[in-house]
C-alpha cells in the first residue's frame, strides 16, 4: 500500500523556469548540497531542476540525479534535497507533499507525480471518448484533493457522445472548456493560457485526442524537447518519460506521454465512494455507517440507482474497482 500523501511544507519553494536548456552533469555542481525540483524521470534516473539560491554555484541549473539506494518513489513535482557524490547527484530527502498521484501500469499502482494544482483531462470528438478513462481521473482528482478540468478538442466535429460526456462531466463538477487545436489554435492557445496560469497542471488523454497538439500550443514544441533526448543505463534513446515543464513565472505543466490511466489501488472502498460526487449526492444515510455500498442491506446509494438518481453504468464501475481490491467485496457484506 502506497505512503499516504503528507501535508504541505509551506517553506517549499517554487521550481525554477525551465527553457528546454539541455540538463548538466551534476559535477557543475560545486557545492555539497543543494535543493530543488524534479523536473523529469528517466526509470532510476532523475533531472532536478536546482533552486535559484544565492550563492549556489549549481542554481538554475537542471542536474542529473539518482536517488539515495536506488529508491523508486520519487517522481516529477517533488521537492528534493540532493548531496554529491562521486560526481552524482543523489537525492537525500523527499519534502512533504501536497499531494501524490498514481498511475496503474501492467496491474500495478506506480507513483505519477507529486504537489499538483489540478489535472486536466483531455478528450475529443474522434475517438469517442471512454467513459471509465475520464472517471478514473476524475477520481483520482477528488481523492487527491486536485481541481479536475475537463477539455473537450477537435470540436469542429460533430460528436454527440463527447458532448454528452461532457455535460456529464460537467454535472460531476469538473470544469469544462472546449477548444479546436487544428481549426481555432490561437482561441484554443488563449483558452489553456487562462487554464494553466499560475498553476501546476497535470496533463492527461488518451492517444489520438490531440493532447500534444495542446501542449505544443502551450508550452512550443522546441521547449518540450529540452528534457526528451536522453539516453537510458542501457544506451536505449528514451522519450517517453513524465516530466515538468515551466510554463509564466509560476505555473508548470506535467505531461507522461506512456501514460494509460491513473492507478486506484490505493484507495480504500471507503476512500472510492467519498471521491464519487453522485454518491455524496445521496442525502439518505445507509443503516450502516461504514457501508461500502455492495451487498449491504439499506443502501440508499444502491437505491438511488434503482430509482435513477445514479447511473447504472457508474455504479457498475464502482463495483468493479471494488473488485480490484481482492477480499474487498466478501469482507465488508453483511447479507
Given at each position: 500500500?502506497?505512503?499516504?500523501?503528507?501535508?504541505?511544507?509551506?517553506s517549499?519553494?517554487?521550481?525554477?523556469?525551465?527553457?528546454?536548456?539541455?540538463?548538466?552533469?551534476?559535477?557543475?555542481?560545486?557545492?555539497?548540497?543543494?535543493?530543488?525540483?524534479?523536473?523529469?524521470?528517466?526509470?532510476?534516473?532523475?533531472?532536478?531542476a536546482?533552486?535559484?539560491?544565492?550563492?549556489?554555484?549549481?542554481?538554475?541549473?537542471?542536474?542529473?540525479?539518482?536517488?539515495?539506494?536506488?529508491?523508486?518513489?520519487i517522481?516529477?513535482?517533488?521537492?528534493?534535497?540532493?548531496?554529491?557524490?562521486?560526481g552524482?547527484?543523489?537525492?537525500?530527502?523527499?519534502?512533504?507533499r501536497?499531494?501524490?498521484?498514481?498511475?496503474?501500469?501492467?496491474?500495478?499502482?506506480?507513483?505519477?507525480?507529486?504537489?499538483?494544482?489540478?489535472?486536466?483531462i483531455?478528450?475529443?470528438?474522434?475517438?469517442?471518448?471512454?467513459?471509465?478513462?475520464?472517471?478514473?481521473?476524475?477520481?483520482?482528482?477528488?481523492a487527491?484533493?486536485?481541481?479536475?478540468?475537463?477539455?473537450?478538442?477537435k470540436?469542429?466535429?460533430?460528436?454527440?457522445?463527447?458532448?454528452?460526456?461532457?455535460?456529464?462531466?460537467?454535472?460531476?463538477?469538473a470544469?469544462?472548456?472546449?477548444?479546436?487545436?487544428?481549426?481555432?489554435?490561437?482561441?484554443?492557445?488563449q483558452?489553456?493560457?487562462?487554464?494553466?496560469?499560475?498553476?501546476?497542471?497535470?496533463?492527461v488523454?488518451?492517444?489520438?485526442?490531440?493532447?500534444?497538439?495542446?501542449?505544443?500550443?502551450?508550452?512550443?514544441?522546441e521547449?518540450?524537447?529540452?528534457?526528451l533526448?536522453?539516453?537510458?543505463t542501457?544506451?536505449?534513446?528514451?522519450?517517453?518519460?513524465?516530466?515538468?515543464?515551466?510554463?509564466?513565472?509560476?505555473?508548470?505543466?506535467?505531461?507522461?506521454?506512456?501514460?494509460?490511466?491513473?492507478?486506484?489501488?490505493?484507495?480504500?472502498?471507503?476512500?472510492?465512494?467519498?471521491?464519487?460526487?453522485?454518491?455524496?449526492?445521496?442525502?439518505?444515510?445507509?443503516?450502516?455507517?461504514?457501508?461500502?455500498?455492495?451487498?449491504?442491506?439499506?443502501?440508499?446509494?444502491?437505491?438511488?440507482?434503482?430509482?435513477?438518481?445514479i447511473?447504472?453504468?457508474?455504479?457498475?464501475?464502482?463495483?468493479?474497482?471494488?473488485a480490484?481490491d481482492?477480499?474487498?467485496?466478501?469482507?465488508?457484506?453483511?447479507?
Open positions: 500500500m502506497p505512503r499516504r500523501p503528507q501535508p504541505p511544507d509551506s517549499a519553494a517554487r521550481a525554477p523556469q525551465a527553457r528546454g536548456a539541455a540538463p548538466q552533469r551534476s559535477g557543475d555542481c560545486l557545492d555539497e548540497r543543494c535543493a530543488g525540483r524534479v523536473v523529469a524521470r528517466f526509470g532510476s534516473r532523475y533531472i532536478v536546482v533552486d535559484r539560491a544565492a550563492g549556489d554555484t549549481a542554481a538554475g541549473q537542471e542536474l542529473d540525479a539518482i536517488g539515495r539506494g536506488r529508491r523508486q518513489d517522481v516529477v513535482g517533488d521537492r528534493v534535497h540532493c548531496s554529491r557524490e562521486q552524482l547527484l543523489v537525492i537525500e530527502a523527499v519534502e512533504p501536497r499531494n501524490l498521484l498514481f498511475r496503474a501500469d501492467a496491474n500495478r499502482t506506480k507513483p505519477l507525480a507529486a504537489n499538483v494544482d489540478q489535472i486536466a483531455v478528450f475529443a470528438a474522434q475517438p469517442p471518448p471512454q467513459p471509465e478513462f475520464v472517471w478514473r481521473a476524475l477520481l483520482a482528482a477528488a487527491a484533493g486536485v481541481e479536475p478540468v475537463a477539455i473537450l478538442n470540436i469542429d466535429l460533430e460528436s454527440a457522445a463527447a458532448l454528452a460526456a461532457l455535460d456529464e462531466v460537467a454535472r460531476l463538477g470544469r469544462v472548456v472546449r477548444v479546436s487545436a487544428r481549426g481555432n489554435p490561437r482561441g484554443a492557445a483558452q489553456l493560457e487562462q487554464v494553466c496560469r499560475d498553476r501546476i497542471t497535470l496533463f488523454g488518451q492517444s489520438g485526442v490531440g493532447k500534444s497538439t495542446l501542449l505544443n500550443l502551450l508550452i512550443g514544441s521547449l518540450r524537447t529540452g528534457v533526448s536522453r539516453r537510458g542501457h544506451g536505449r534513446q528514451t522519450t517517453t518519460a513524465t516530466r515538468w515543464l515551466a510554463y509564466g513565472t509560476r505555473g508548470a505543466v506535467i505531461d507522461s506521454p506512456g501514460f494509460h490511466e491513473f492507478g486506484l489501488g490505493h484507495l480504500s472502498a471507503a476512500e472510492l465512494a467519498r471521491s464519487m460526487p453522485d454518491f455524496a449526492a445521496v442525502t439518505q444515510p445507509c443503516r450502516f455507517a461504514d457501508c461500502h455500498h455492495a451487498e449491504e442491506p439499506d443502501c440508499q446509494v444502491r437505491a438511488a440507482v434503482e430509482d435513477g438518481q447511473s447504472r453504468a457508474r455504479y457498475e464501475f464502482y463495483r468493479k474497482l471494488l480490484q481482492s477480499g474487498t467485496m466478501a469482507a465488508h457484506s453483511r447479507k
